[in-house]
């Protein structure tokens, strides 16, 4: 009987004892939350659990990684605090809070995080886009912008190289006789060719079976939207990476791929460069520069130059080089199908200031209409609605919220570009919003950040910018784009992967009367 009732205590003792130690676990987890997020940004405090942070209270039903974060931003506004898995992340969601983080505080917010995944795909954090701030990083966004420079510069070559490619898919887009296509293929491999040009020389695109494969991958990583999202929020938990998850590999493997091909390309070119002659490719020049520095035996230049370097430069180059300018361009088409008074608008000035010649870099600043238009496809598609995320490099502050050295800050520029304080009918496609008065193009434009901003903006902005307005302008003074059954254009919702496109859709290509073919000017 005795050793009974001993038994039954000795037993409620125990689970009143783990529940005791479970409450002030608890509490003191709490109590530390409090402590290390005071004077931060606010955000939902008490229901940050140990291991899992705040991953409740995001809205994993909605459609893309954007949306899971809008109603903690309903209840604590433009500014807030998350923690998720084992990193602490600040969104900034207004004009202000974005402009501060990449303008004015740009070093201060200049990092990136290195996680699992980013590690792994860039050869150890060896990358442009996505290495961290650094000497490393800043030798060779340099060198990248210089290369870069070398192409922009030379006006007739980077124009005869570009327009080609639009008289190509000009011609590809006349076959299909107004018939219904996807426009999707044909603008990859048009743009992808400009730039297998720019980087791995004259002659190179994307019939090369090495380089058709490479485009292939890019794309593969891209339209896996759902893999891509599975990661980004995987990575915020480190231990993940133990647990038997595929998706890591199907997201890490084909950057594996991607990069045994460029290995073999910078092998080539190794093994043939003559440092003498002028430098006529992007992978040339980044031999050369390796080359001068091992001259002035500068060390550390010399490290800075390893081939994982070379290699993510070059990777960074063609994907991020074709894989934006070409989504762009579906939007543009996928907005003008659905406001077809702006595509009359954008046809009679390419009539009135081009005539039947050929569009050139030269009519860039009587061509207003077509920069507007490619800005207000920037501003409502939001090709990178959340940037790069950026990470904190040293403690500093915004709009006046405390924000430790280390911590993980998103620019959420979609919300600023949709944003009715900072644009009139905001989330209307008006191309006209970029014009001033007299018609000319507003530059530059505020709470405007397809790019980017400060130190980190996009180091192919200047070709970019080149290559829509002649991709655009070749386009539409062809054709009259309409959609596959009228009544029915395409549809403007967007889809989030690495970058935000638009869900597929088949449109017509009406050849207008005037042709350019005979006045083409190269």
């Known amino acids: 009987m ?5 038994a039954e205590m000795k037993s409620f003792l125990s689970v009143e004892v783990v529940f005791l130690l479970l409450l002030f676990l608890f509490f003191s987890h709490f109590l530390m939350v409090l402590y290390n997020f005071r004077d931060m940004p606010p955000g939902p405090r008490f229901t940050c659990l140990p291991v899992l942070g705040n991953v409740f209270s995001l809205d994993f039903k909605a459609e893309k990684l954007t949306g899971a974060f809008e109603s903690v931003r309903a209840t604590y506004g433009g500014v807030f605090l998350l923690k998720i898995g084992s990193y602490n992340f600040v969104m900034a969601s207004t004009s202000e809070a974005v402009r501060e983080m990449l303008v004015t505080k740009s070093v201060d917010y200049a990092g990136r995080p290195q996680t699992y995944s980013t590690v792994r795909r860039t050869l150890g954090g060896k990358d442009i886009a996505f290495g961290n701030y650094g000497p490393a990083w800043t030798f060779h966004r340099k060198l990248f912008t210089t290369a870069l420079r070398h192409f922009t510069t030379d006006v007739p070559m980077i124009e005869k190289r570009i327009s080609s490619q ?19 293929g ?10 297998c040009g720019i980087t791995f020389g004259e002659g190179f695109n994307t019939t090369h079976p090495d380089l058709k494969c490479l485009l292939e991958l890019c794309t593969h990583v891209v339209e896996n939207e759902k ?8 990575d915020f938990f480190p231990l993940a990476k133990y647990l038997p998850i595929k998706a890591y590999d199907r997201f890490i493997q084909p950057f594996f791929q991607m990069h045994k091909i460029i290995k073999k390309f910078l092998k080539e070119r190794k093994d043939n460069l003559n440092p003498k002659q002028p430098i006529q490719d992007f992978i040339s020049g980044l031999l050369c520069a390796r080359e001068e520095a091992k001259l002035d035996e500068d060390d550390e230049r010399s490290s800075f130059l390893c081939d994982e370097y070379l290699v993510n430069s070059i990777q960074n180059m063609f994907g991020a ?7 762009t361009l579906k939007w543009v088409i996928a907005f003008l199908v659905n406001y077809p ?22 009519d860039r600043p009587n061509l207003p209409l077509i920069q507007a238009t490619i800005f207000e496809a920037l501003r409502v598609g939001n090709v990178g609605p959340l940037l790069l995320p950026h990470v904190t490099t040293v403690d500093t502050t915004l709009l006046g919220y405390r924000v430790p050295k280390g911590t993980i800050v998103f620019a959420n520029t979609e919300a600023v570009h949709l944003d009715p304080k900072c644009w009139e009918d905001a989330s209307v496609f008006n191309p006209y919003r970029h014009l001033d008065k007299e018609g000319q193009l507003i530059i530059p434009q505020r709470n405007f950040y397809p790019f980017g901003a400060g130190r980190r903006v996009c180091a192919g902005e200047a070709l970019a910018k080149v290559e829509l307005f002649l991709f655009v302008s070749w386009l539409f003074q062809n054709f009259t784009f309409v959609a596959e059954r009228d009544g029915h254009p395409p549809s403007l919702k967007g889809i989030l992967s690495i970058t935000q496109f638009p869900a597929p859709y088949k449109i017509r290509a009406i050849k207008r009367k005037a042709s350019v073919f005979g006045h083409f000017r190269l």
């Open 227 to 234: 893999t891509a999202q599975l990661v980004t929020m995987l």
């Open 2 to 6: 005795a050793a009974s009732l001993y």
């Open 186 to 195: 044909c603008l990859m491999q048009a743009v992808a060719d400009v730039i």
């Open 321 to 327: 080089g074709y894989e934006t300018t070409s989504t």
């Open 166 to 184: 639009a008289k190509k898919l000009v011609q590809f887009m006349e076959k299909q006789d107004g018939q219904p296509f996807d426009p999707a």
């Open 341 to 362: 008074k702006y595509q009359e608008d954008i046809h009679r000035e390419l009539d009135e200031v081009l005539g039947g010649q050929s569009p050139s870099l030269t």
